[in-house]
């Protein structure tokens, strides 16, 4: 008897604002075709007037509690992945819960970057399977348009706004890899690596500061890193790349994602994208992907899911579950 972590449902939101990569050239020394070509991006969405990382949260929330045919009042604990939270504290998740209504239980926010919907999947996986929670709101939502530097041609094109959310249920499994449910975690980070995306700033410089990032740098650890952590995380489950039907990653570029998928074998017919919609949305852009990747009909229930992400930190990892 084994206890998993099992999708209830799934659902998310983007703020009405869509931007087009042609509406940077009118301010930049950049272009369409550049964007394209370098990043796989077309067009992403920013968040409007009021609109904010827990109201986008929230939002995202309702749509996957309505899948499960759940409310607030049915979970135990909310975990939210953001490093774009409203505040510095309270935390976006508690902000969330109040919002839900939900009176009961506990909400906390993780602070992964890009990998911070992975994280908040192993703490949620974590808490269900040591018996401390049986339903967990797992949330990604992000604001990075709050944190441009929109002279900067080569970060600012490549960010969005959105949030993606998952219900998890304790289901009693075999213990074996068909069970439905996460069947392994695997996380990493290592902080000397920390010069290679950051904001300059926060509670010690008085300001909200804005991203830096050394791309080219970024772009090398994340096809190596990436396609490492996938591979452990199905070691781990008892699997091989050959069994993984989709494999959901962070959305961050179009040629890390390809080169990924190469290194792990498998074809693009296998990879859930949407990085051309919705640009890098951080730890959004995985619960993102799930989302649109079931309305799309490409993830359905019993398949086999691999989802990995990189970021600032550099944190990294993956996630193995059956859907
Ligand atoms: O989610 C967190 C993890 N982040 C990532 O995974 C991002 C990883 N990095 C990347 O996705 C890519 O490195 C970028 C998309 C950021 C850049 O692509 P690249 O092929 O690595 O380009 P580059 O940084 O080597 O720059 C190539 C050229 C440079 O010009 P020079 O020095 O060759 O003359 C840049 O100044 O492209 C220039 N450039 C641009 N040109 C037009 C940089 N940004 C732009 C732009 N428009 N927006």
């Known amino acids: 008897m084994t206890v998993r972590a099992v999708v209830r449902g799934v659902g998310h939101y983007l703020p009405a604002r869509m931007v087009p990569n042609s509406e940077f050239e009118a301010t930049l020394d950049t272009s369409d075709e550049w964007i394209r070509t370098r990043s796989g991006i077309e067009r992403r ?14 939002a995202a929330a309702e749509a996957a509690l309505a899948k499960a045919g759940l409310t607030g009042a049915d979970l ?8 774009t939270a409203d505040f510095t504290f309270p935390s976006a998740a508690t902000m969330v819960q109040q919002q839900l209504g939900m009176k009961g ?16 999947l192993a703490q949620a ?15 990604g939502a992000e604001t990075f348009s709050k944190l441009m530097d929109w002279t900067d041609r080569a970060t600012c094109v490549l960010f969005g706004d959105g949030a993606g959310a998952l219900v998890l249920e304790a289901e009693i ?11 392994s975690t695997d996380l990493h980070s290592d902080g000397s690596y920390r010069e290679l995306l950051y904001v300059d700033g926060g509670v010690s410089t008085g300001t909200t500061g804005v991203l830096r990032m050394q791309g ?9 890193k990436l396609a490492a952590t996938a591979h452990e995380a199905l070691q781990k489950a008892g699997l091989t790349a050959a069994d993984v039907d989709w494999i959901v990653p962070h959305q961050a ?7 990924t998928a190469q290194k792990m074998g498998l074809p693009m017919s296998k990879v859930v994208v949407t990085v051309q919609d919705h640009g890098n949305t951080s730890a959004a852009s995985i619960p993102l992907a799930l989302s649109v990747g079931v309305e799309r009909g ?3 229930e019993g398949d086999l899911l691999v989802t990995e992400a990189i970021g600032g930190g550099l944190a990294w990892g993956s996630v193995v579950l059956r859907w």
Do not use: K
């Open 45 to 58: 969405h920013f968040a409007g007037e009021g609109e904010t990382t827990s109201s986008m949260a929230t």
């Open 173 to 183: 499994g075999d213990g074996e890899p068909t069970d439905r449910g996460i069947l």
């Open 125 to 139: 996986n974590a808490l269900i399977v040591s018996g401390q929670a049986r339903r967990v709101l797992v949330i």
């Open 298 to 300: 490409q993830i359905a």
């Open 76 to 83: 135990d604990a909310i975990i939210l992945a953001t490093s």
């Open 216 to 224: 080219r740098e970024v772009f090398r650890h994340a096809v190596e």
């Open 253 to 259: 570029n179009l040629r890390i994602i390809t080169a």
């Open 105 to 120: 239980g506990f909400a906390f926010d993780v602070q992964a970057v890009c990998a911070g919907f992975v994280y908040a």
